[in-house]
């Protein structure tokens, strides 16, 4: 299998687009599609595969213990659904591309509640902690390559995350989201600094605007040695009712390919794409770098 | 997935009868969604048929009420030879696996590319490769024929005739250039469409390249100028904008928009809506969610990905 920390020492690698929102378009909720329809799960990361990912990341993004049962009372299949969702990234990834297992802040998302997470409350932590545990115990168990601790709007949640991730003894991705500034005050350098220091094997940004992210990371770049990450939505953020109407709010393929060009040139090390960028987007992006796998015949 | 057998689609039902008595929903630009996934078609219905029996799923679970067989571009298929027939056959079969008794399944017939006409000798290879493939068509047991889209009349009425010979319903859609209203051979829509019934097409309508807006004054003529089923089967990208197709992706036409002219078509008495290239299973749940007929519902969502059944008015 290959792996990721070497191939990003040899170059820039491509990482995938969003999984949530692609199985969507399709007509398949998450966690649902990866007990109810796994091969259209794994026909998805075949596509991205395809189109060029050298990297795909798990659909586990959703499938922590609070999460699974506050909205399908599923948290006692936490086990079945986390590695099933990574056999399937690893069945499309076909040996080529490492796969990595998401795992996200506690309860990320105000719809499933408030989060577990809370710097001020010993318990608290300790919950998050097990949350993690659990979830990164069934990811590593069933073959993740790699963990992808992401969306975290705050750097001591990261922290702590990255902590727990460390145990496993695999490679960790550290992806922070949000603001310029942390809520607990970090900013984006400050943020890649104190990450790599505690371990963190790449640090970077994920899901926000295509070109508003972009200086984010490039603060990054400039903080740290080691490798970063940028995978920005394949959405435009313009206005508060975009959601209504979000397939008219998808960044054009083109433009994703230039940005990834953009992003390489300034010494970006893992270029992927989050919610709204298809199988299309990554085409796009991969024929620029010049790493497309299978093209349209 | 449903199961079945080969005979009979949808129950039994006819086709024609239930586009007469209401409004059908078709699926949207099968053929563009397979490139947007990553498969050329026709290539990837020998090679890859599980992604494309996955596509007919991913429509029919939306609300798709007619699936159509990835058929149309048979004509100018780089498979030619033994493996034509083949390819229709097993396009047939991947759809009719997902409609079972529950869809109807379209066989499309597609302009050759070649023909012109004026010349005799174009006329009778494009005969031949028509009457080849309806057949093909017909023997893999789909309900109902769709020529589609025809730029010109004249050669929409000759893939007419040979579908004519199969005994199926066949519904002719015709493209016409913007702001012209008239097709290639300079006939107006409802010229078009009285001429295509009088020839026997057992619906009419148009499908090609303009987007719902720009497409939707050529429909109206029609649905005035006949009794016949009439279809409405619009491009699924913002053609008006110069340029479009080099970032179709951001070029999308929104599912709310899509189910706005459906629903306008289905008060105005029109018979079938489907989408065209870049209208992708998401837009014709869309649709299916404000006509009534969403398959099967995706559940709960984060209130990021938005709440879009709010925007839509219910049919």
């Given at each position: 299998m290959a792996n990721l920390l070497d191939m990003l020492k040899q170059g820039v690698v491509l990482g995938d687009g969003g999984m949530i929102i692609e199985a969507r378009w399709r007509g398949y909720g998450t966690p649902e599609v990866i007990l109810e329809s796994p091969e259209a799960l794994r026909q998805i990361h075949t596509d991205f595969f395809r189109a060029g990912s050298q990297a795909l990341q798990a659909l586990t993004w959703?499938?922590?213990?609070?999460?699974?049962?506050?909205?399908?009372?599923?948290?006692?299949?936490?086990?079945?659904?986390?590695?099933?969702?990574?056999?399937?990234?690893?069945?499309?990834?076909?040996?080529?591309?490492?796969?990595?297992?998401?795992?996200?802040?506690?309860?990320?998302?105000?719809?499933v509640g408030p989060f577990i997470f809370d710097p001020e409350n010993a318990g608290a932590r300790d919950r998050a902690c097990a949350e993690w545990d659990e979830h990164i115990a069934a990811m590593v168990d069933a073959g993740a390559d790699f963990l992808i601790p992401e969306t975290f709007s705050r750097l001591d949640e990261a922290r702590l995350c990255l902590s727990r991730c460390k145990r496993a003894k695999v490679p960790t991705m550290v992806l922070m989201s949000g603001a310029s500034r942390t809520p607990d005050g970090a900013t984006p350098g400050e943020c890649a600094r104190i990450l790599a220091d505690e371990g963190a094997d790449v640090v970077g940004m994920v899901c926000g605007d295509l070109s508003g992210m972009f200086s984010s990371v490039l603060e990054m770049r400039n903080a740290v040695d080691i490798p970063v990450a940028y995978q920005p939505q394949g959405?435009?953020?313009?206005?508060?009712?975009t959601t209504a109407i979000r397939e008219a709010m998808i960044v054009s393929g083109k433009e994703m390919a230039e940005h990834a060009l953009k992003a390489k040139a300034e010494g970006i090390n893992y270029i992927g794409a989050c919610c709204g960028a298809g199988p299309e987007h990554i085409r796009a992006m991969a024929r620029a770098l010049g790493c497309e796998r299978c093209p349209i015949e | 997935m449903a199961k079945r057998t080969r005979t009979g689609g949808a129950g039994k039902r006819n086709v024609l009868r239930v586009l007469k008595q209401g409004f059908v929903l078709g699926d949207g630009g099968n053929v563009e969604e397979a490139r947007t996934r990553g498969y050329g078609v026709p290539r990837a219905i020998l090679e890859f048929p599980h992604v494309v029996r996955l596509i007919h799923q991913d429509y029919f679970r939306a609300g798709a009420q007619v699936l159509r067989a990835m058929t149309g571009m048979g004509a100018h298929s780089p498979q030619r030879g033994d493996r034509v027939e083949e390819t229709h056959r097993t396009a047939v079969r991947l759809a009719r696996e997902v409609a079972g008794e529950e869809a109807f399944v379209a066989g499309c017939v597609g302009p050759t590319g070649t023909f012109q006409a004026g010349d005799a000798g174009s006329r009778d290879?494009?005969?031949?490769?028509?009457?080849?493939?309806?057949?093909?068509?017909?023997?893999?047991?789909?309900d109902l024929l769709i020529c589609e889209p025809f730029n010109r009349l004249d050669e929409a009425r000759l893939a007419l005739m040979c579908c004519k010979k199969t005994r199926l319903p066949t519904m002719v859609a015709l493209n016409f250039r913007l702001n012209e209203d008239v097709t290639e051979d300079g006939v107006s829509p409802a010229a078009?469409?009285?001429?295509?019934?009088?020839?026997?097409?057992?619906?009419?309508?148009?499908?090609?390249?303009?987007?719902?807006?720009?497409?939707?004054?050529?429909?109206?003529?029609?649905?005035?100028?006949?009794?016949?089923?009439?279809?409405?089967?619009?491009?699924?990208?913002?053609?008006?904008?110069?340029?479009?197709?080099?970032?179709?992706?951001?070029?999308?036409?929104?599912?709310?928009?899509?189910?706005?002219?459906?629903?306008?078509?289905?008060?105005?008495?029109?018979?079938?809506?489907?989408?065209?290239?870049?209208?992708?299973?998401?837009?014709?749940?869309?649709?299916?969610?404000?006509?009534?007929?969403?398959?099967?519902?995706v559940g709960l969502r984060p209130r990021w990905v938005g709440d879009r059944e709010g925007v839509i008015v219910r049919a």
């Open positions: 959703w499938t922590s213990r609070t999460q699974l049962e506050r909205r399908q009372g599923w948290g006692d299949r936490l086990g079945e659904i986390t590695r099933t969702a990574v056999r399937l990234a690893r069945e499309a990834g076909d040996g080529e591309a490492p796969v990595g297992g998401c795992l996200n802040q506690t309860a990320a998302g105000s719809w959405y435009r953020r313009a206005g508060p009712n | 290879r494009a005969r031949a490769e028509w009457e080849g493939q309806v057949a093909a068509l017909a023997e893999a047991g789909v078009c469409a009285r001429a295509l019934v009088d020839e026997g097409a057992d619906a009419v309508g148009t499908s090609g390249a303009l987007e719902p807006q720009d497409m939707w004054p050529a429909v109206v003529e029609m649905r005035g100028a006949v009794d016949a089923p009439v279809a409405f089967i619009p491009c699924g990208y913002r053609t008006s904008v110069p340029g479009w197709e080099s970032a179709r992706e951001a070029m999308v036409i929104y599912g709310v928009e899509m189910a706005k002219f459906a629903l306008q078509a289905k008060m105005l008495g029109i018979n079938f809506f489907g989408g065209g290239d870049g209208a992708g299973t998401e837009i014709i749940r869309s649709v299916a969610q404000a006509l009534g007929c969403e398959r099967t519902h």
